[in-house]
């Protein structure tokens, strides 16, 4: 990993910069991919299906035998996992449901919002290099608490043509039976346009590589909205003298391990703890399956090195990472000076894997500094807020008068007779 000792302001700007994510590029490629879905449907599809995941496909849907037969594929220890997991996600996600208050702003003029799942919604389960089934979990518990209607699933297979059997036995305990062997842009186009296949919706979420990232950037520029750009994962870790450098090299390594594109930042007081940290992640490389992965994103990732706590924490802010992990003592006094991070892990034994699995939180969270500007997935991204109103008589005539006076400066003659014919009417009753 590339080290920087004290790097003044000046230099921020060009290291909080994701040097892997190579957004513009992609404009052409990903685009033409959407375009050939929208014209060509399946057809389309089983093409880049071809292509990129190099497998040829009859049905693109998951068929009712597929699903049933996932159960006995799935060991009980798997089965118990997802049950933990899920059931803390549902905890933290039901939390979030509030039935607003109605508000009487005048005598008379009640106000109140309220909350409707949208009708269908399609999420993306990555599955190129792991097949994310705790996304599922993740995509998939909130839509069903907000109340969403239609839920479409879309997930890579294997060149063999099977989706992965934790993610189909994790849909199936869901009672989630839509599910196509789609991945990549094309199954963002296929969500976004529909096709003779698959089902249109309104809404597409879930993580994934930069050209699912890049697919959903564009589809929400055509009507279909998006949860928010998720993309290659991040953590960036903030620790000091006193901080466990094995700990820290796991955290660094457990998002290293995601794939090529993704970035991690380990950002100290501490000199020694950089050697230390160096150290243990050498070590433990080696025992890592994906270490070749890792290894990559290691090569794109940064030390850096500041005198005090407050400035680690300030780089954090400029940088906005998706997942931050204060690993120091007494970490919740420092929670008032973060303002950019999609995820917050505070002490030692708040490891990033506890977000990303079974804590409760949702791991769909923005990447390459959205941070700054987007939330995680919770049930509010499934859901639109109506607002509603209810004038009684003496209400209009409470705000009547501001309502004409205001329509007649804006010159909009027409709203101002909406309020004065029916405060003749009342005057004359
Ligand atoms: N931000 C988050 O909340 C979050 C959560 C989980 C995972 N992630 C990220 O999701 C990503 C998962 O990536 P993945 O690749 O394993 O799976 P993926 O499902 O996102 O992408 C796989 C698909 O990419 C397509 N593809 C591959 N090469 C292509 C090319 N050259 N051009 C166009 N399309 C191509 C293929 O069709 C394939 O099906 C990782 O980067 C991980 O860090 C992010
Ligand atoms: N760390 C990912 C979010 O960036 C989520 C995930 C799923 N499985 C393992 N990790
Ligand atoms: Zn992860």
């Avoid at 976004?192 to 699912?212: D, H, L, M, R, W």
Wanted: some cysteine; charged content about 20%; proline content about 3%.
């Amino acid at each position: 990993m590339k080290t920087i000792y004290q790097p003044p302001f000046q230099e921020w700007e060009q290291l909080i910069k994701r040097p892997t994510i190579k957004t513009e590029s992609l404009n052409e490629s990903i685009s033409m991919i959407l375009n050939q879905v929208k014209l060509r449907g399946d057809e389309a599809i089983r093409s880049f299906t071809s292509l990129f995941d190099e497998v040829q496909l009859t049905d693109l849907q998951v068929n009712q035998e597929e699903l049933k037969a996932s159960s006995k594929l799935v060991s009980q220890e798997i089965k118990q996992a997802i049950e933990v997991a899920a059931s803390n996600i549902k905890k933290f996600h039901q939390s979030q449901v509030h039935t607003e208050e109605v508000i009487e702003t005048t005598d008379g003029v009640n106000c109140w919002r309220k909350s409707v799942g949208i009708e269908r919604v399609g999420l993306y389960i990555p599955g190129g290099t792991a097949p994310l089934f705790s996304t599922l979990l993740m995509l998939a518990i909130p839509a069903q608490i907000a109340g969403c209607k239609q839920i479409v699933l879309c997930t890579p297979c294997n060149k063999q043509g099977k989706v992965n059997e934790v993610v189909l036995y994790a849909a199936q305990y869901l009672g989630i039976d839509t599910i196509f062997k789609i991945g990549g842009a094309q199954a963002i186009a296929a969500m976004a346009y529909g096709t003779e296949s698959v089902p249109q919706v309104y809404k597409i979420f879930g993580p994934g590589n930069q050209y699912v990232t890049k697919a959903k950037e564009l589809v929400q520029t055509q009507g279909v909205a998006i949860d928010m750009p998720a993309g290659p994962s991040e953590v960036l870790i903030i620790a000091d003298e006193q901080s466990d450098a094995e700990f820290i090299a796991a955290d660094l390594l457990s998002q290293a391990e995601h794939g090529i594109d993704s970035q991690v930042v380990f950002v100290t007081t501490s000199t020694k703890k950089i050697e230390e940290v160096n150290e243990a992640i050498n070590k433990q490389l080696e025992e890592l399956p994906r270490k070749e992965l890792a290894k990559q994103t290691l090569n794109n990732s940064l030390m850096v090195e500041f005198a005090t706590l407050k400035e680690c924490i300030a780089f954090s802010n400029a940088y906005a990472p998706e997942h931050l992990i204060l690993n120091i003592d007494h970490a919740e006094q420092y929670v008032d000076l973060v303002v950019n991070a999609g995820s917050v892990f505070l002490g030692a034994y708040s490891c990033e894997s506890a977000g990303d699995y079974a804590s409760g939180t949702n791991h769909t969270l923005p990447t390459n500094g959205y941070a700054k500007n987007y939330s995680g997935v919770s049930v509010d991204s499934f859901v639109k807020k109506i607002t509603f109103q209810q004038l009684t008589k003496q209400g209009l005539q409470n705000i009547g008068k501001a309502i004409e006076v205001m329509a007649e400066a804006e010159q909009l003659i027409a709203h101002k007779n909406a309020v004065s014919i029916r405060l003749k009417k009342l005057s004359n009753e």
